[in-house]
């Protein structure tokens, strides 16, 4: 009866046939219909949840041959493919073409003459990517070298150490430190020989005040220092920083920013920059367009930024003394941000502004004018029903990490995010599709950076579109577009 039933059924047939394959599952005794279970990855103290176990798998084709195997059927496996004569090979920590052209360029200026060059993206098409990319290369051509990454907050740093761990696992040829030097960390440099040291500027300043020794030991180890939002360098403490660790006739510096310049009124604030770094600045170049902005927007590493200015009648009349102190400051006084702030109808602009992107996206970032501005704005959007959040420099860093990873989860209902002074740089969210920016300014860099924080394209992980809408005040200097801010500087510096 044996053969019989062999010769007379297929057990491919038997697997394979949804109603067969369950009454032959039956017929199997406890313990088998358990030892099965188990080969097939149920929970070793399942016992008596076999059946159950068995009935519920989706009985894939793996699945199935399981089951042959365990009958004591050996079935012949399909016949190999052999490999496609030509087939990609996909790296796992890549660049596009614009920022290898980039980063090949940075190489010829890094290690000749004057040993210091600024590279110059535009906010989210990777310059912290690219720097790794030259970063690993330097620590895999100097071995044991130690590299500085230089950078004013918590969360430029931390991001800049993830990242590095996450290419140098891809890029690597050994085994490095990864040293976060920041906050409450300890300034311990023994035992650091081969690696990166993620340092931040004021912990920096404050170590070598405290120990002369600290950078004069750090600088015998270090051969390529990285300075995040290069136009922050020329300030007096963190050049003295800088010029320390430059003592060794074969150290490099290299700078990144996306906006190579202190301010917009006052070019020479930006000439002392530019001359810093010998007035030797990489920028994008890409065939067929005068600026690469333009072409990344086009070919999708760039959202399609949307401006809008809405203007709210505060009623602000300035002073003859507010208007001198307009004229030769670098940003907008305290003392008009403080009145502007506290104005019914400026605030009734930014409500209405959140409310209206609200229809339309998930993710709003908002960038208010002082701590207790955000707190205010965050209330009242609350009371109008919307889930909103705030960071500032006053949140604690358990409250900043818990709210900041709600906003990029996965949360369907729109959200905002109220932040004052900590999310203008460092901060990476590519499913932020808008923005308002209610702080008055007349810093260009700082424009820049709150409309960066949103332009990432489909290419980086971001949006095809985003929509900024800035509150003005017509009686106060501001910006309403940044499309031609990638080249506002380039009159300090060479072209390369």
Known sequence: MRKLAASAASPEQLVNDPRERELLLQLLPPGKQEELARRLGADDDGAGTAPGFLSSLPWTAEQRRVLLGFLGLVVDRAPTIPPAYRAPSVPAYGLFPHQRLAARRVDQLLYSGERRVVLHLPTGVGKTRTAMNIICDHLRLREPTVVVW???????LEQAALEFDRAWSALGNREVAIVRMWSDAPVDLNRITDGIVLLGLDKAVAAAKSDVTFLERLTLRTTLTVFDEAHQIIAPTYRRVVDALMLRSDASLLGLTATPGRTWADISEDQKLADFFAQQKIMLEIDGYDNPVSALIDQGYLARPHFQTVAAQSGIKLSEADKRELAISFDIPESLVRELTGNVQWNLQVLRAVLDLSKEH???????????????????????????????????????DRVIARFKGPISRPMVLSNFGVLTTGFDAPAASAAVIARPTKSLVLYSQMVGRVIRGPKAGGTSTCDIITVIDPELPGFGDVAEAFTNWEDVWKTR
């Open 362 to 400: 998930r993710r709003i970032l908002l960038f208010a004018a002082s701590v207790e501005h955000s707190r205010l704005l965050v209330a009242m959007l609350s009371v109008l029903g919307l889930d909103a959040a705030e960071v500032t420099a006053a949140s604690s860093p358990r409250h900043r």
């Open 150 to 156: 230089l950078a004013r907050g918590r969360e430029l």
